[in-house]
């Protein structure tokens, strides 16, 4: 399976402000995806972010607020526009494993984010 | 729709117990996987297992255990001798192909499983 790091691990940020959430993945994958897990919930796809195209959002979830860059194989960002406490929650990418794993997901350590 | 339903919200069991986590499923899909996966209270999420909708053996993996139904489209997860360690919330999820060719993951709320001393 891939070794995935997400920074920063955890932050507390101000109402109004934008934090930008990076995803570092050790080997080249072709799809990452970024979830969100609200307290005491379960996991949420936001979006599906493939290299070298613009991500696909789910029902619910929009480009101006949640931002997503995807610069090369394995390196991917995702801002938190505009925060509000409603946006407190753990944000976790995961990939697509390879080989004989393709089809499973693996998950990053998540990034807790707590919005006052 | 594609939707999975854990029922147990929270269980609570004593070390050496053993203890099954049901997950229920639902697809119209002919080909499909699902997954357990544990996370911990660090938060970070752990892949168990996956099973493919054609492989209905079930699986045993030390003190884990996996029993696959299709009939009623059940993947139940069974931890035997329950040990602290195990304490976590663990979710079952269903992958499938969407329309559009792109795969998902659809995780079930999840089950809290406290193993007390």
């Known amino acids: 399976s891939a070794v995935i790091s997400q920074k920063p691990s955890r932050d507390i940020c101000q109402r109004g402000t934008s934090l930008t959430i990076q995803c570092q993945v050790d080997?080249?994958?072709?799809?990452m995806f970024w979830y969100r897990q609200q307290p005491g919930q379960s996991l949420t796809l936001i979006a599906t972010a493939n290299q070298g195209s613009e991500a696909t959002y789910e029902s619910g979830f929009v480009i101006d607020k949640f931002p997503i860059s995807r610069p090369n194989l394995t390196f991917s960002t995702l801002t938190v526009s505009n925060m509000s406490p409603e946006d407190s929650s753990i944000y976790l990418c995961?990939?697509?494993?390879?080989?004989?794993?393709?089809?499973?997901?693996?998950f990053g350590p998540g990034t807790r984010l707590l919005v006052l | 729709a594609q939707k999975v339903t854990q029922a147990q919200t929270e269980i609570s069991v004593v070390e050496k117990e053993d203890v099954t986590l049901d997950c229920v499923y639902e697809?119209?899909?002919?080909?499909?996987?699902l997954f357990w996966y544990k996370q911990p209270p660090s938060g970070e999420l752990v892949f168990l297992i996956r099973r493919n909708s054609f492989d209905e053996q079930n699986e045993i993996s030390g003190r884990y255990s996996w029993n696959f139904q299709k009939s009623t489209s059940s993947f139940n997860f069974t931890i035997t001798a329950s040990q602290v360690v195990d304490s976590a919330v663990y979710f079952c999820?269903?992958?499938?192909?969407?329309?559009?060719?792109?795969?998902?993951?659809?995780f079930g709320k999840g089950t809290k499983l406290t193993v007390n001393p």
């Open positions: 080997s080249q994958v072709t799809m």
């Open positions: 697809t119209r899909d002919t080909t499909y996987y």
């Open positions: 995961s990939v697509e494993g390879v080989g004989r794993s393709q089809e499973t997901q693996y």
């Open positions: 999820a269903l992958s499938f192909l969407t329309q559009g060719g792109s795969e998902k993951l659809v």
